[in-house]
């Protein structure tokens, strides 16, 4: 282990040389292909060297160190988180490469985003930094973005997502009209399940109703829950679970969206009939009781601005604590 140690000492003397870009490749190589090389890497001080990088705009000819770069902290992160959280400028260099013209190493930052968000502690640290957000909002929105580019950015906003009090704020800066298109219009395997699983937590705060209603969610997620549409059994229950979010967070308002939409009780109940697994199953149910039970207690003129529910039920709803790190 001191080999590995004095190697990755010498790698990081040279991030100051006119060989760093050269060091930079080599650290991108080691951290991927031997994991015991990560550790002390960090220990050494690669990591804020690293962020620098990314900060760095002024040579455009210097777009791919800045990837290798991207992919060495990613990679380094997998083994060392706390080192990655607790160098300053962090998080200002994962938004800076998420930026980048550069497709991979926008997508090596939004990985390695979902690296660090595995950690709950993490997760309102990581919220709190907007541009991070955006970033990634921006990233599922870029046009002829790779599979992989979609799916690690949904992963972080799914990681995002599991901290109830980032919710609103990925609602505020635009996250629920994209990721909607996804469920909509993309046929990528993988895709849909991903955007789906991140719209049922996105969908756990009162602030999703209204913007469910202006891109016509409900009934995007009520045709997905239906047998019809051939969506995958996991794409289907994340949509009924995000359903149930829904009407558990927004009330009467929420419920009448859904009872707006044609169908509903049939797709719902289809799901519940023959849901693909037993958690499938059960929310579909669970959708059903709260469904039926406000229509048969609906009085006439009623505010549908009243929620009636218990609006901190939805961060326990969708997952549970063994499979929270990972999406679906």
Known sequence: MEVKHRTARALVQRLDSSTAAEAIAEIRLLSKHDPEMRAPLADAGAVPLLAARLLDHHDSSDAETQENAAAALLNISISAREALMSTPGILDALAAALRLPLAAAAQHAAATLYSLLCVDAYRPIIGSKKPLITGLVDLIRTPGASTRSIKDALKALFGLALYPLNRAALVELGAVPPVLALVANDARTGVVEDATAVIAQVA????SVDAFRRVDGVRVLVDLVGASTGASGRARENAAAALLNLVMSGGHKAVGDVMEVEG??????????GGVTARGKSKAEALLRVLRS???SQPPGRDDSETGFDVSAPQTLLYSSSNSNSIG
């Open 294 to 296: 406000e229509r048969q």
């Open 264 to 273: 509903w009780e049939a797709a719902i109940t289809g799901l519940a009939g």
């Open 204 to 207: 756990g705060c009162y602030e």
